[in-house]
């Protein structure tokens, strides 16, 4: 699936723009400082269609080895919540509601560290 350009401000739902958020995790000019964060892009990176930034922070432990996206609409993110994940723990909960035209995604996702960095490792 092409890439698809994100509207001026990132589609995270942060008041910044694409380019100076979340994209500059997908181009790898940063890293994820929170799990939260990684969420966050994450989420901006099923938005723009970015597969190899999906691949890239997925768990080594349950990544699968390849991951084809649909043309899901996607419209909104809200944080519900989220345990530890923090720059000073090794894993950490963030649960969310993704909106897509149509609808709506809940999810409690895990997230560890690896290597140093954050990356998601499973829906619980």
Known sequence: MAKRRPAVFCPCGSSTTYESCCGLLHRSEK???TAEQL???RYSAFVVGDVT???RTWSTKTRPP???LDATDWTGLEILGTTAGTAFHSEGTVEFRASYAGG???ENS???R???DWV???AR
């Open 39 to 41: 969420m966050r892009s």
């Open 114 to 116: 690896e290597h140093g």
């Open 53 to 55: 930034y999906l691949l």
């Open 104 to 106: 709506a995604q809940q």
């Open 110 to 112: 895990y997230f560890t």
């Open 120 to 122: 998601y490792v499973e």
């Open 31 to 33: 890293t994820a400082a």
């Open 66 to 68: 390849s991951l084809e």
